[in-house]
């Protein structure tokens, strides 16, 4: 098996782009770009998939976006920064993570 079904990974994409927005605001090509390198290629989010995202989780009030110019090609790009709700929101998916790992690990056989 060399990619991760996007059924398996559905439900923590939002912890994925989170994560990646700890220590900066970006944008949705570089966080794109991010996580197909971060899984070593074996995870590529598709765009509609992180627009939805990005539409779910601003309305949730986990992130917000903001507008800058692009300094190389001067066209006007959405940035988006974590925000205190979106950084506890993180928190507890990283719980639920370790959790749902130790529930599915016994079932596993290796």
Do not use: H
């Not at 605001?25 to 770009?33: D, L």
């Not at 779910?56 to 903001?66: A, D, L, T, V």
Request: glycine letters at 6%.
């Amino acid at each position: 098996m060399n990619s991760i079904s996007s059924d398996v990974i559905r439900g923590y994409n939002d912890t994925m782009i989170l994560c990646l927005l700890l220590d900066k605001p970006s944008y949705g090509y570089e966080i794109s770009k991010q996580i197909k390198q971060l899984s070593n290629e074996k995870y590529v989010i598709k765009e509609t998939t992180l627009y939805s995202a990005f539409t779910r989780m601003e309305k949730n009030g986990y992130i917000q976006s903001f507008s800058d110019e692009d300094n190389v090609a001067g066209k006007r790009r959405t940035y988006y920064r974590i925000t205190p709700l979106g950084l506890q929101y993180y928190r507890d998916k990283c719980e639920e993570w370790q959790l749902t790992k130790e529930v599915v690990e016994n079932f596993i056989r290796g």
